[in-house]
Nanobody, 129 residues
């Protein structure tokens, strides 16, 4: 079955950087788009970024544009989220998710479009002011 394991979270000061990783297994990674989402305390899960199966197309939430960068290494079955200029409001648990469709031109940007079993457990990112 699909397994996604996030790592790389931690505590960082405002203005700092972190790189999150999501190691995937249990499916043919190179055929599926991937998404990153986050959930801050007391808030709904929100879209952060997504990347298509090839890595050729990327998508970002408006507030992350220019600060975050998504990439993937299909040889390592891993998707990354590089985060710069972090702000306290970026504090959240970050999750990766796998699109169940193969070779989709644009991966989903809504959490509800990812199947329930295609999510990792998340990694905590805390940005101090």
């Amino acid at each position: 079955q699909v397994q996604l394991v996030e790592s790389g979270g931690g505590l960082v000061q405002a203005g700092g950087s972190l790189r999150l990783s999501c190691a995937a297994s249990g499916f043919i990674f190179s055929r599926h788009g991937m998404g990153w989402f986050r959930r801050a305390p007391g808030k709904e899960r929100e879209f952060v970024s997504a990347i298509d199966w090839s890595g050729g197309s990327t998508y970002y939430a408006h507030s992350m544009q220019g600060r975050f960068s998504i990439s993937r290494d299909n040889a390592k079955n891993t998707v990354y989220l590089q985060m710069h200029s972090l702000k306290p409001e970026d504090t959240a648990v970050y999750y990766c998710a796998a699109d169940s469709s193969e070779f989709r031109l644009q991966p989903p940007t809504r959490a509800g479009e990812y199947e329930r079993d295609n999510w990792g457990r998340g990694t905590q990112v805390t940005v101090s002011s």
